[in-house]
């Protein structure tokens, strides 16, 4: 058999100059796209909070009609109250508040807006004020991340900002729908975790607790059925994470605090 006159190796010179031309055009494009995409995740860190706030006028109404203003409610947002005093200068404009659902849901989620949610059926499994902290600490993480500016698209975006300019415009409820149920990457969870492992240490000198609730739900072997993994990564991995990282920093572990005595009987 012969070779062909020009082998796959060997393109003749006219098609070896348009394969060098697209090339040259995809690697424009993909490096256009990474600028943008790179630039984007530093815009967030412009956008003020009262726009989060903006935002949250959308979606924390519904919650708030929901919400029950008890004793474990104000107990809950001294808690918040008490871990706000290790947060950074950055977020001195934030109005962090915790909105407690008496309702048998096993979840907890970070509202834009500066709302924590937090259900009755989540409270119920927690036994220590530690275990109790970790969880805010993870939602306070998210907001210090700015996750929810960064999980909306920019058309939502371009919605929100429209709708600041033409309340009236409507159509509003589908994007208010997409907010509330906005799920986070896997990396922005871990670094929530993260920013509650810190604070956690920062509050008590000690992190026992960091891991608790997820060893329980995970003994219980009820995962499938907690609304709470539904929106966050599976327990196993993030305890492994979790002590990883207490090892590698070097924490202790020491007595836990009870659950202040408002919380144990929740109204
Ligand atoms: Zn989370």
Redesign the pocket.
């Known amino acids: 058999m012969s070779e062909p006159e020009f082998s796959s190796r060997n393109p003749p010179p006219s098609n070896r100059q348009l394969l060098i031309l697209l090339a040259i055009f995809g690697g424009f494009i993909i490096a256009t796209i990474a600028a943008l995409w790179f630039l984007f995740e530093q815009l967030v860190w412009l956008i003020p909070p009262q726009f989060e706030q903006q935002l949250g006028r959308l979606v924390v109404p519904a919650f708030e009609r929901q919400a029950k203003p008890s004793a474990t409610q104000t107990t809950l947002n001294q808690l918040l109250d008490g871990l706000e005093t290790h947060l950074d200068s950055k977020q001195e404009n934030r109005e962090y508040q915790v909105l407690y659902i008496p309702d048998s849901t096993i979840n907890a989620y970070a509202l834009p807006g500066d709302r924590i949610i937090i259900y009755q059926g989540l409270l119920s499994q927690v036994e220590s004020e530690n275990e109790l902290v970790m969880i805010l600490g ?1 939602e306070l993480g ?1 907001f210090a991340h700015r996750d929810h500016l960064r999980g909306i698209s920019r058309s939502l975006f371009i919605q929100t900002i429209l709708s600041l300019f033409f309340p009236n415009v409507g159509s509003l409820e589908s994007f208010a729908a997409a907010l509330s149920s906005a799920q ?1 990457s896997q990396s922005q ?1 871990k670094q ?1 975790d993260e920013f509650g492992l810190t604070l956690l240490q920062e509050n008590y000198g000690h992190v026992a607790g960091a891991t608790d609730f997820f060893e329980r739900i995970k003994a219980e072997e009820r995962e499938d059925k907690i609304a709470f993994l539904q929106t ?1 990564p599976p327990s196993q991995d993030r305890i492994k994470r979790l002590e990883k990282l207490i090892q590698k920093r070097g924490y202790e572990l020491d007595k836990r605090s009870p659950l202040p005595a408002s919380l144990t009987t929740l109204d």
Request: charged share 15%.
């Open positions: 993870h998210h986070f969870e929530a966050h």
